[in-house]
């Protein structure tokens, strides 16, 4: 079955700065790959997705690269603001039909002021 | 729309128990799910429908028995509760033709 790594598990940025966590998945079936941010006690919240025909999406100060070839993707957040600071988890899945839907540990991020 | 719905919101239960976390969506999605998040970890699957009286295991289904007679509700039953399932559950929805899934806001479990 699919496998999806995910780095760093905590990572801390001053407010303005970027950052940048990354995934690995293992399954080259696996064609969509949203991206989840989750604030502490609340429910998991899509932010982001790409699909496997795509190499880079962007939404404001949010993007999303896909390397199929080394099945790697990545979130960039720019300009880092205090209500960013969440936990952040990728996923992959197969688009179509049930989507099983295989999702990483999370990282969590600190914006400090 | 009140979106995905669960409850109860948390929940205390004695090694042995039986109880039912109960979804709800009212955006007549077909596709259902059924996700446990431990501690610092990520989402794992329980079980999953793909329509009324349509229902599948996923990655970690020992211990939980879904039903889906409806397309608004799939409860989830756990029949004899052991500590591993302290958890928190979450209940998530997709309509067919997109792949965005919706989830609940969650069912905190305590099994002591």
């Known amino acids: 079955g699919e496998n999806v790594e995910q780095h760093p598990s905590t990572l801390s940025v001053q407010e303005g700065d970027s950052a940048v966590i990354k995934c690995t998945y293992s399954?080259?079936?696996?064609?969509?790959f949203p991206w989840y941010k989750q604030e502490l006690g609340k429910r998991p919240q899509l932010i982001i997705d790409i699909r496997s025909n795509v190499g880079e999406k962007k939404d404001q100060r949010i993007a999303v690269t896909l390397n199929k070839t080394a099945k790697h993707f990545s979130l960039h957040i720019t300009e880092t603001q205090p209500e960013d600071s969440a936990v952040y988890f990728c996923a992959a899945s197969n688009a179509g039909g049930y989507q099983k839907v295989t999702f990483g540990t999370g990282t969590k991020l600190q914006v400090i002021p | 729309n009140a979106g995905v719905t669960q409850t109860p919101k948390f929940r205390i239960l004695k090694i042995g128990q039986s109880m039912t976390l109960q979804c709800a969506q009212d955006m007549n999605h077909n596709y259902m799910y059924w996700y446990r998040q431990d501690p610092g970890m990520g989402l794992k699957l329980i079980y999953y429908?793909?329509?009324?009286?349509?229902?599948d295991k996923g990655e970690v289904p020992n211990g939980y028995n879904v039903s889906r007679s409806t397309t608004e509700d799939f409860p989830l039953r756990l029949e004899l509760a052991a500590p591993s399932q302290t958890s928190v559950y979450f209940c998530a929805s997709r309509d067919g033709t997109q792949e965005t899934q919706y989830f609940g806001p969650g069912t905190r479990l305590l099994v002591l």
């Open positions: 399954d080259s079936a696996s064609n969509y």
């Open positions: 429908s793909v329509g009324a009286g349509i229902t």
